[in-house]
């Protein structure tokens, strides 16, 4: 959280997670470019250049592989929630590896021809039309302009300035960008730079891609799916036993498809606000009161209960809602209230503080 | 009084992690690194092998003394001997870089020449790239009894293969074939380096064919729709000295 903007607010957090991420790129560099050498049954090493821009455009395709993992990880198993709270820098050290790929490229196979070697990218193949003999590197072009957009604009400044809907739109297209990548390497490397061992890996990367995230949105649409009985005005729901919000923590509760409520507990108190972060859509709800404040999992952006707001002098505020008892259960009015709204919290006779 | 269950939450901004998440973290970060290090050695190990081609750079700057055929590409006719070998040899030339001879040997046409730069070798095959002092020019001291015999005609035939250029082909790069070669073939053949067709099964002998159209003149543009491409094609062979050339239609191609 941060109330002015500068280039990175470092923590130990951050440093921790970067030299984790620089140790993994330095291992698959180092080895790829070092060691792998002195094993191959070759009759000449490949050209120098050439297995650079291998090395790094495989690198840059499993960091991908990863970063488009953690998010369904995460949904899956909360012990994953880490890994997400830097993926932006993740990100940018991605795409700065996939400019040394193209730098290595461009200063081999597109070089030494009378042709300008930027432009020669897009007049040498021009086979639109066919499958195999597709110009693949056009779709390395795009997928790395889609890199280099989310790069740039992964600073909280661009969040702001977009707004959490839209930069979280923009930044989807690292979806398409990974699907241009995958289209780049099968059409380009696969058909003959690749040993059967690299084919069998982004293989099984796309499949764990894929798997992960049917098996996320599985969870999440069962969830989506459960019925919770509404009253007689269509205005209240059914939130369940009170006793059964854990403390510090919250039940969420889904009113549509696409938007869910979450009620925290603070020992026998009990608010209802959004489940969506201000921040970046974080689940608020899978967040945890730290210092009287609802703590989001993602980036720890945090909110008073009562009415939604950050506490001074950050300024983020989110829905509220209104909570009743009645007979022992707990109701929610579906009508979210305007952000930052106060809303006086419940309270509940029959629990005991802390239980 | 029952133990109160640990619910670990992480906080980016925390001092640090919470001890129940730490072993977790640390054996993610510690499998990370190890699968890095794993695939890049699975990957960077098991590369396809891109064959002996090379720059003969240890033989250090060559010349040689014959004449030279402008068409379909320019090569290299030479007398038994010139270059180590005892029957006579043709040789394939280009310029530095992606750049063909034509313009130098266009004016030299059945002529004969000395020619320096630096070998391509490819196991028998071999390419000259031209430069140095001596470049292409008219012979100073042409070689004596020496005439290059006439084209042999080999017959009509439909052969299976991969074009590529020439000059990466016999060692400008490893590897110098494939689609993720493509784009540097193309830009090869468009500077005047000559298409190849790399059979996959040989003809009397020979894997390796430049490419001309039907009457023997250089192939157009239309070629680099078809390199990198496993492929069929139709047309005439004939072979000069010891290099097959190979006179096709484009429109006879088919993608295998």
């Known amino acids: 959280m941060s109330v002015k903007y500068v280039p990175v607010i470092w923590n130990r957090t951050k440093f921790v997670y970067d030299a984790v991420v620089l140790a993994t790129v330095g291992a698959y560099l180092g080895i790829y470019i070092y060691i792998a050498p002195m094993f191959q049954t070759v009759t000449r090493p490949i050209d120098w250049d050439i297995y650079k821009a291998q090395a790094f455009g495989t690198c840059v395709f499993f960091l991908l592989t990863f970063i488009l993992c953690i998010g369904p990880l995460a949904r899956l198993d909360k012990r994953f929630l880490p890994l997400l709270y830097n993926r932006r820098h993740l990100g940018v050290i991605t795409c700065v590896l996939a400019y040394f790929h193209v730098d290595n490229i461009l200063g081999w196979y597109n070089a030494f021809s009378p042709i300008n070697r930027y432009v020669s990218v897009f007049i040498v193949n021009t086979s639109f039309d066919r499958f195999l003999g597709f110009p693949f590197e056009i779709l390395g072009v795009f997928a790395l302009l889609i890199l280099t957009i989310l790069a740039v604009t992964s600073h909280d400044f661009w969040l702001h300035f977009l707004k959490p809907t839209l930069w979280k739109t923009l930044h989807m297209g690292i979806y398409l960008a990974y699907a241009l990548v995958v289209a780049h390497v099968a059409l380009g490397a696969l058909q003959s730079a690749a040993g059967p061992f690299m084919t069998t890996a982004v293989g099984a990367s796309v499949a764990l891609v894929a798997t992960l995230h049917l098996l996320a949105a599985r969870k999440e649409h069962l969830f989506d799916t459960q019925q919770n009985t509404m009253d007689d005005s269509g205005t209240w729901m059914d939130a369940g036993d009170p006793k059964d919000v854990p403390d510090k923590r919250a039940r969420i509760i889904s009113i549509t498809d696409d938007e869910r409520v979450a009620i925290f507990r603070n020992g026998k108190k009990l608010s209802a606000i959004s489940n969506v972060c201000a921040h970046q859509n974080g689940p608020l709800g899978e967040g945890k009161i730290v210092y009287g404040c609802v703590t989001c999992p993602w980036h720890g952006y945090q909110y008073r209960l009562e009415d939604g707001k950050s506490p001074p002098p950050f300024t983020e505020k989110i829905s509220t809602y209104r909570l009743k008892l009645e007979n022992g259960r707990l109701w929610l009015n579906v009508e979210a209230l305007p952000p930052g709204t106060y809303v006086e919290p419940i309270v509940s006779p029959i629990m005991a503080e802390g239980s | ?256």
């Open chain 2, 1 to 256: 009084m029952a133990k109160k269950k640990p619910d670990p939450f992480f906080i980016g901004w925390a001092k640090k992690p919470p001890k129940s998440l730490q072993g977790f973290l640390f054996l993610i970060s510690a499998i990370l690194v190890g699968a890095a290090a794993g695939v890049a050695f699975g990957i960077g190990s098991s590369v396809p092998d891109p064959g002996d081609a090379r720059f003969a750079w240890g033989a250090g700057y060559q010349t040689f003394t014959g004449y030279v055929d402008a068409k379909p590409y320019p090569l290299l006719r030479l007398p038994a001997g010139e270059d180590g070998r005892d029957k006579p040899h043709a040789m394939l030339i280009s310029g530095i870089g992606k750049r063909g001879m034509q313009q130098l040997a266009g004016p030299l046409d059945g002529q004969p020449v000395d020619a320096g730069g630096i070998l391509l070798k490819r196991g028998d095959l071999d390419m000259l790239q031209v430069g140095g002092k001596v470049s292409l020019r008219a012979a100073e001291n042409p070689v004596q009894n020496f005439t290059p015999a006439p084209a042999e005609h080999l017959g009509k035939w439909r052969l299976t293969g991969e074009i590529c250029d020439g000059k990466c082909y016999n060692g400008a790069m490893r590897p110098g074939v494939g689609l993720a070669h493509k784009a540097c073939a193309n830009l090869c053949i468009i500077g005047g380096i000559p298409p190849v067709f790399v059979t996959s099964t040989p003809l009397m002998g020979s894997e390796f064919f430049v490419l001309a159209d039907e009457n023997g003149e250089p192939l157009t543009a239309e070629v680099e729709d078809w390199v990198a491409l496993l492929i069929s094609l139709e047309g005439e062979v004939e072979r000069r000295d010891d290099l097959m050339i190979f006179k096709v239609n484009l429109d006879s191609a088919k993608q295998l």
